[in-house]
């Protein structure tokens, strides 16, 4: 760490801009680099007037994000390919020397963590004080010795947007506490564990780890889920800006929240199908044996239930081609992989609107509307956990003022967000 005018310091007068450049400013634009380094400027300064007995600061990242192939197929132990992106939380910290964790995110009260107790608490239940808390409760069990740390947080990841700020927030938390307390020990997959187990655990909610691994790892990144313990991770060497498209996520400007029970009942009815065959989930059962047992599985499983593990076994396929697509450089193959992804969470996976809230269906609208924009070219899917929340589009460059225009139209001013993959995930800014 270094004294908070020392860092000051050196953001002012540039020392940091090729990291910030390589995070932010992916455009290449002056204008994104300046606006990256105010930023940053702006973190370490409220840091220091809200814990202003702190001297010295190091500056974390926790990226944002997106989901490009495999929707629902991690929890399964399927494949999986998503990126980190350029809109991440940016974080401010120090040790404190006390047995309380103390994290003053922008535009929200302060929260506390005590250290000597760090079990679950019912009452913290879908909180951010259960993330940190699960955080810390898995790095201490893993015999790290853990003490109290002070952050001041902004974030530009729009709560709800399909990016997973949840994800974010957990890496950004765990680089801290990795900095600080383990001595960088822990690496990127790791952290990415810790996270699933803070948000499964703690914050009890049944969530896979491909959040946590497109957040943590950085890049573009194949997973393969066959050993969720041991998941193999591969960065996939391509880059997005020279395929004449735009990454856009389209915020649906539907509730993305309360929507647990709709993410649960995927995974319940996919493990209800693998039980068929005495399996916990579907990576275990083999394609031709699922259809061997149409019929029964209907029966015992409702239709839903077989339409979604037919998504799974289709999807989980898509993913691996989608890696294979872009490594060989045949991006109008991945656009077309990506379309027939979008059409299977539609039509057989069904998670673009809620049965509890079938009235509203803005993602659908979205979907429909962005396909009559792109006139046949490009790619379009539903983002992330789905249901709510937000669309992906891949959009040629010569389309992409009328893609926006057009998107806005219908879904209000800026709710069309042109984004990048960033080479890194989460990460020490600036020490």
């Not at 909610?205 to 946590?212: A, E, T």
Request: proline content about 3%; glycine content about 10%.
């Amino acid at each position: 760490m270094i004294t908070v005018k020392s860092m000051i310091h050196a953001l002012q007068t540039g020392v940091y801009d090729d990291v910030l450049s390589c995070l932010y400013a992916l455009d290449g634009i002056q204008a994104s680099l300046d606006r990256a380094r105010d930023r940053a400027i702006r973190v370490v300064k409220h840091f220091s007037e809200q814990f202003e007995f702190s001297e010295h600061c190091a500056l974390f990242s926790g990226p944002g994000r997106t989901e490009i192939g495999g929707n629902h197929t991690d929890h399964q132990h399927g494949h999986a390919l998503c990126g980190s992106v350029d809109l991440d939380m940016l974080g401010c910290a120090a040790p404190n020397g006390r047995d309380v964790i103390r994290i003053q995110s922008e535009g929200y009260p302060l929260l506390e963590v005590d250290m000597d107790s760090l079990l679950p608490r019912e009452e913290e239940k879908n909180t951010t004080t259960a993330l940190i808390r699960g955080m810390a409760a898995k790095i201490q069990e893993l015999g790290y010795p853990l003490a109290g740390f002070d952050a001041y947080v902004t974030s530009n990841v729009l709560s709800g947007s399909g990016l997973s700020s949840s994800a974010a927030y957990e890496t950004l938390v765990g680089n801290m506490l990795n900095h600080f307390f383990c001595g960088g020990a822990l690496n990127a997959v790791e952290i990415a564990k810790i996270g699933q187990y803070a948000e499964n655990i703690h914050f009890d909610k049944p969530c896979g780890l491909l959040d946590q691994m497109g957040s943590s790892v950085g890049g573009a990144v194949a997973i393969d889920f066959a050993d969720p313990t041991n998941p193999v991770v591969e960065q996939v060497d391509y880059d997005f800006a020279q395929s004449g498209h735009a990454l856009c996520i389209v915020d649906t400007g539907s509730n993305h929240g309360d929507l647990t029970d709709d993410y649960a009942d995927i995974t319940r009815e996919m493990g209800a199908v693998a039980a068929h065959f005495q399996k916990k989930v579907l990576r275990e059962v083999l394609e031709g044996e699922f259809y061997k047992n149409f019929l029964a599985l209907r029966k015992k499983c409702g239709d839903r239930a077989v339409l979604r593990a037919m998504h799974f076994y289709e999807d989980d396929r898509r993913a691996v081609l989608e890696t294979q697509a872009l490594k060989a450089g045949d991006f109008d193959r991945f656009l077309s992989l990506v379309n027939q992804s979008g059409l299977s969470s539609e039509l057989l996976l069904q998670n673009v609107w809620s049965p509890a809230a079938p009235q509203a269906q803005a993602v659908s609208i979205a979907l429909n509307v962005g396909r009559r924009l792109l006139e046949g070219t490009g790619a379009i899917r539903v983002h992330g956990g789905g249901f709510g929340g937000t669309i992906q589009a891949f959009v040629p460059y010569e389309m992409l003022d009328d893609f926006k225009t057009g998107i806005e139209r219908t879904l209000g001013e800026g709710k069309c967000h042109i984004l990048r993959i960033r080479p890194q995930g989460g990460c020490v800014v600036a020490e």
